[in-house]
């Protein structure tokens, strides 16, 4: 399953209410079910992005839709590249002319 990295911050809203913070990740866990993904992994953090999260679904579809329903509810904005696992990495760089 493709495996991705969503750094994220909360939007003025999110902040004025962050001690609701740990129920919106459970509810952003069910949304991931729910397209037959899962949060592997959630991280608050310092500095540009507020947090990080590695999350795992079967299609880049699947993860669009959960993310568009998750940051709908306007408490977050997003950034999410896909990531390669290095073995898979390493097979394509093995490939390479």
Do not use: H, N, W
């Amino acid at each position: 399953m493709p495996i991705y990295i969503t750094l994220g911050k909360f939007t003025q809203e999110e902040i004025t209410k962050i001690k609701k913070s740990p129920e919106r990740l459970e509810a952003a866990r069910k949304v991931l079910k729910s397209v037959g993904g899962d949060i592997k992994e959630f991280y608050y953090t310092l500095g540009q992005y507020d947090f990080v999260v590695i999350s795992e679904a079967p299609s880049d579809e699947a993860m669009m839709k959960a993310l568009f329903i998750i940051c709908s509810r306007g408490t977050v904005r997003t950034e999410t590249p896909i990531a390669i696992r290095a073995e898979k990495g390493a097979e394509i760089i093995e490939e390479l002319p």
